[in-house]
């Protein structure tokens, strides 16, 4: 807690991570030590309203007595047997996630990465199958974000992700988002899967249109291919519904999920229909932590609370609130307010870390999604009055610049 970390001790962390932790992340200097419902606490004891929430994934805040009731409860059971054996809390949320969804079947993994690189070896699986092994491309969209392992890095199409690391996954075709004509030219009869964001989270908020969609869902139909919607930053009640894509009428055959599931746990999750499960079969795939008894008795909690309907309810109210209450802030340097329920872009003619840091001095953490836009995706708890608060910093922050 913060009365036990004194201002010397702040300074020799950062020294600590500056000289022991790999540099790949550009840290703001202070430490955080606690948090309480949707703002943290600095070493120094200073406020933080969060728009982050761990890039999207504390839903339910920080300390909430509820979660941390089912983290002891569950830590008090088994924490890890494997995949080898039946534990309930994996086969209970399981049942949760199907019967909210369009999907017959769940395969759990750890990472929203990891989910992704499942979902692509499914779609390669589904044609493996049917005989046509050499149907394997999947295609991506520009601005897509899928994750930093080596399948799922080749679909998120940034020179800064993929340019050092080749070569990547063979197979990774790309067309652009949101443009019917170019998918057409990019899925084929060469054409195992599709994947897609129904909203683009690191590459920037852009919302697939509801007719984009249904065309992919019919040019994957005309070519047995196999669509997937990656809802790791998008879904879980994200937009308002419990999935994004419950928005546009279309549904996918995979949808992987991640961040908010356990409510800041480590899990992933990859949902299916059963045309997709039965092209696997036992040991052809596998992880040892994935669903385990810890992890799924706390993502129990998390879905049957994320998905109730006030809750749903509540994150329309306050994204639209927040929507309306951005577009009033007048500034020449913003070009675009955007989003759908609480994943929201303010997109600036400018790059926006130096608003970032100048929210950070006004206690306001926010995260870029690209160059150009700050991204709120806030814990889903957050209310009215703190949007407010956000509304009055920024005013002052882009007042001054
Ligand atoms: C849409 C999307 N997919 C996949 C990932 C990768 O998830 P993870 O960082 O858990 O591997 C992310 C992470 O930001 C994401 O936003």
Redesign the pocket.
């Known amino acids: 807690m913060s009365a036990t970390i004194t201002p010397t001790m702040t300074d020799q962390l950062i020294q600590d991570e500056n000289d022991h932790v790999v540099q790949t992340y550009k840290r703001p200097p202070f430490v955080i030590v606690h948090g309480e419902g949707s703002t943290l606490f600095d070493s120094e004891g200073k406020p933080y309203q969060d728009w982050v929430a761990g890039?999207?994934v504390n839903a339910l805040g920080y300390n909430d007595a509820r979660l941390t009731q089912a983290i002891q409860a569950a830590a008090t059971g088994l924490i890890h047997t494997s995949n080898l054996y039946y534990t309930a809390p994996q086969i209970e949320l399981a049942n949760m996630l199907v019967e909210k969804s369009f999907a017959d079947r769940v395969f759990f993994s750890n990472?929203?990465?990891?989910?992704?690189e499942g979902a692509i070896k499914f779609a390669r699986k589904v044609q493996y199958e049917k005989g046509t092994h050499d149907k394997t491309e999947i295609v991506c969209f520009t601005g897509a974000?899928?994750?930093?392992?080596m399948g799922?890095v080749a679909l998120t199409p940034k020179e800064k992700y993929q340019k050092a690391f080749m070569p990547l996954m063979p197979g990774a075709v790309l067309a652009e988002f949101n443009n019917l004509e170019s998918a057409k030219a990019a899925i084929g009869s060469k054409t195992a899967g599709v994947i897609i964001?129904p909203i683009?989270?690191?590459g920037g908020i852009n919302v697939a249109t509801p007719e984009f969609l249904k065309g992919l869902r019919e040019l994957c139909d005309q070519n047995g291919a196999v669509l997937i919607f990656?809802?790791?930053?998008?879904g879980l009640g994200r937009t308002g519904k419990l999935w994004a894509h419950e928005w546009t009428g279309v549904t996918p055959d995979i949808m992987?999920l991640?961040?908010p599931l356990a409510g800041g746990l480590p899990i992933?999750a990859i949902l299916m229909t059963n045309a997709v499960a039965n092209a696997m079969h036992a040991g052809e795939h596998g992880t040892t932590f994935g669903g385990g008894p810890l992890v799924t008795s706390v993502a129990k909690h998390v879905v049957q609370r994320i998905s109730q309907p006030e809750f749903l309810a509540h994150v329309t109210e306050v994204g639209d609130y927040l929507m309306e209450r951005l577009s009033e802030i007048n500034s020449p340097i913003i070009k675009e307010v955007r989003g759908k329920g609480l994943i929201v872009a303010l997109e600036l003619t400018t790059d926006v870390s130096n608003i970032i840091e100048q929210g950070y001095e006004q206690g306001l953490l926010m995260v870029n999604a690209g160059t150009n836009v700050i991204r709120f995706v806030p814990p889903l708890i957050i209310d009215k009055a703190n949007v407010d608060n956000l509304v009055d910093k920024l005013t002052m922050i882009f007042s001054a610049t």
């Open positions: 890039i999207a990472t929203g990465a990891e989910a992704n974000f899928h994750g930093r392992t799922a964001e683009q989270g690191e990656d809802e790791v930053q998008c992987t991640a961040k992933g």
